[in-house]
């Protein structure tokens, strides 16, 4: 980890917290997750500033790293030369790639640890600390999917420590579902107890203070997990199985779970991450994203029924059009394979650049990011208006659409533990997905879109297991772009769906199954960090996270 000294901010950050307004201080915590010196701020102040710090990771690196993995966006070649080469050619998949997610991600880990670990023995911040260990497993589970082992039981322990040991990832997921069962176990015994005066969480910019809710989101953490490691064996299957019978009747997430600490148009420091990444400043103005990022030919192909290319991958999509497709993308003059004009999303081929297939022959007809994933379906008439509802509606942090497809996942795997139907939470997803782009979902175009998908395997709930299981991927890559497209190639690797074309320059013939630890940890532990080659990352071996070994 790394060891360089670092400033405590987190008081100054706590003190400037309200609940209607934030400021640059208090979206800033420590940096140093082996540095924790502020052990006497409570949990109360350093929760809000913690989430708000991970969240920016989450809307921004892990926000272009699962879109490009994917092969949602492409880049406007006509912007900038050659972009996003390195992750189409992935031939630099080395200790530098995408090391923003370790390094924006292990200090907030570390600020919930801290949290964790405060002294309190008369009680009053048990529902703090169960936020913390909610958000602890949260985070960490995405360093063991996206990297394996992990330091972790001797991590956060400051000077104490400086050079923490790896511990085995499967290790690491058991521990951190004790922290999800250890949460809820705080939980009802603070609402239970009448000796035990706990503080309302009054900073809690996730849920405001509502326990019940911190519960379910940990029962769906818990559930992902899991579901996570379906396929292992042994006895990694026996646990698995056992904690599944935990979450039988247990309440799951059915709402956007979003994180707001008060975001506003004050300043750039003070917007929603998402919008300001990749699409406007407080000002109004576009930044550079924007203008480079577009959707790709293969999403492009695949909302729009697969009559841009007419190829045979995408046949379970052929003549039906996905009617979120221009809330996620904007609608342009397009051409369909047959050269007939149509108004619709036109994308990039990823690798290609002008004057190559699937590259358009200008840079105004491209689709871009659509307004939806900013403003839903509120009323709209400048962008201005649009930073204003992006601003008041948060980031969001887990979306009922994906807690809905894990449930039907769950169903359909193991229906004795699981007795809801997974039908029933499939299609809710697709609706609270469309729901929250502002898609119409009470004109015919919706009403045929539903209809057709019940008729199409590997893209609605019809078929074999197998193809219901690729419609839950299918439906899930659609619903979690531009919101959460990581987890979406984190479940790629483990299901394989749905059907991912790589990039026309790459030169692997499949996705990296783990990323290369950040060259942080080669200078500052090279005593334990693994040596990992940048080769190694595209097959399956003892580096590979565990549940994907098989």
Known sequence: MKNNKFLVTILAAALSFSATSCSNEFLDVNDNPNAIQAENIT?????????????????????QFGNLMMNSWAGNSYTIAGPYSREFSLSSVDNTFYRGIWEGLYPRVANFDQMEKFTNNNHEQDYYIAIAKIMK?????????????????????????????????????????????????????????????????????????????W??????????????????????????????????????????????????????????PFILNWARNASGQQVSNYAVVVVSEHMANSLEGNVILNDGNYSKFTGLKDPRRTRLFTAVNSVDSNGNNFTGLKGVRQGNVPGQPGVPVNNVNTSKLGTGNFSGGAAIATWLDVIAQNNLRGGVLFSKAESNLLQAEAALRWPSIFSFSPATKFDAAILANATWLGTNTTNAAWTNYINGIATRPGLGWTGTDNQKLEAIMTQKWIALTNINPTEMFIEYNRTGYPFTPMATIAQFPNKPYRLVYPNSEYVANSANVPNISSAQVFVKNQFTPFWNQN
């Not at 990297?147 to 001797?154: I, L, R, V």
């Not at 940990?218 to 006895?235: A, P, Q, Y």
């Not at 994180?259 to 004050?266: I, K």
């Open 43 to 63: 949990p109360e102040l350093i929760l809000p500033g913690a989430i708000t710090s991970a969240y920016r990771t989450q809307a921004g690196t892990m926000m």
């Open 215 to 272: 519960k379910a989101l940990s029962n769906t953490i818990k559930l992902r997990m899991l579901l996570r490691m379906s396929k292992v064996t042994g006895d990694l299957a026996t646990y698995r199985d056992a904690k599944l019978q935990t979450l039988s009747g247990a309440t799951f997430i059915d709402e956007e779970v979003t994180v707001n600490p008060g975001y506003s148009s004050g300043s750039d420091d003070k917007m929603n």
């Open 137 to 213: 497993a949260y985070y960490m589970q995405y360093i063991v999917d996206l990297y394996g082992d992990a330091p972790y039981s001797e991590a956060f322990m400051g000077q104490q420590n400086t050079t923490p040991k790896y511990d085995n990832d499967a290790d690491i997921y058991k521990n951190l579902i004790s922290k999800l069962e250890e949460a809820n176990a705080l939980i009802d015994a603070a609402n239970t107890s009448p000796d035990i005066h706990v503080l309302e969480p009054v900073s809690d910019i996730v849920f405001g203070g509502d326990m019940d809710k």
